[in-house]
């Protein structure tokens, strides 16, 4: 189901995205965290369609790295289901390609980087090592106040949300679209002067 929604002909961007939040539904073993292993590949080709439809509505400044698109994976997170997600697709006229990091070396070449839940001082690290870079940061923490990233795909009952921390995007030189910020379920974004380091 998941391939058809990115794919569906006819529809906008923002109603794929719109279709995916309302139509995708994870498995409750997928939630709580007991999945085995064809539901975990299931829930990170999700994961993988949301970030895809993330980077219609994302521009990357000058200085982002040139070439192919690279989605980093960072951690213990499966490679094959974003393959599969990615395979033979482009954004915004360029091909895609996905990369997975056991450290932080290397980090800085991606335009998007993937962190799934784990280790909050491997999460932090990873985070670091991006920081202020033209790097999409997402994470599945469930929260951004707390997961330091600018994107955090979160359960909302059997379906996934997302939340944005706009204020750290603009730090990086990231626009956002309002039209993906339409869709999130938080936006957060501190009044001029006075977001606090």
Excluded at 167 to 186: E, F, P, T, V
Aim: glycine share 12%; proline share 8%.
């Amino acid at each position: 189901m998941t391939g058809d929604i990115i794919t569906r002909v006819g529809y906008g961007p923002v109603a794929v995205l719109a279709g995916l939040l309302a139509a995708v539904w994870l498995p409750p073993a997928a939630l709580a965290g007991t999945a085995s292993q064809p539901v975990v590949a299931s829930e990170y080709r999700v994961k993988g369609a949301f970030i895809y439809n993330f980077m219609k509505f994302v521009e990357w400044p000058p200085a982002a790295p040139s070439g192919p698109f690279v989605v980093g994976l960072f951690g213990a997170t499966p490679v094959g289901p974003f393959e599969a997600v990615f395979e033979g697709r482009t954004v915004h006229g360029r091909r895609v390609v996905v990369r997975a990091f056991d450290d932080v070396a290397g980090l800085e070449g991606c335009h998007v980087l993937f962190i799934a839940a784990g280790g909050t001082v491997q999460t932090r690290s990873a985070l670091r090592a991006v920081a202020a870079q033209p790097v999409l940061t997402i994470t599945d923490t469930g929260d951004t106040g707390g997961s330091g990233a600018m994107i955090s795909l979160v359960p909302v009952e059997t379906r996934l949300g997302f939340e944005v921390d706009l204020d750290l995007a603009n730090a990086a030189g990231l626009q956002i679209s309002s039209q993906l910020l339409s869709l999130a379920r938080k936006v957060t974004s501190a009044p001029p002067g006075r977001r606090t380091p």
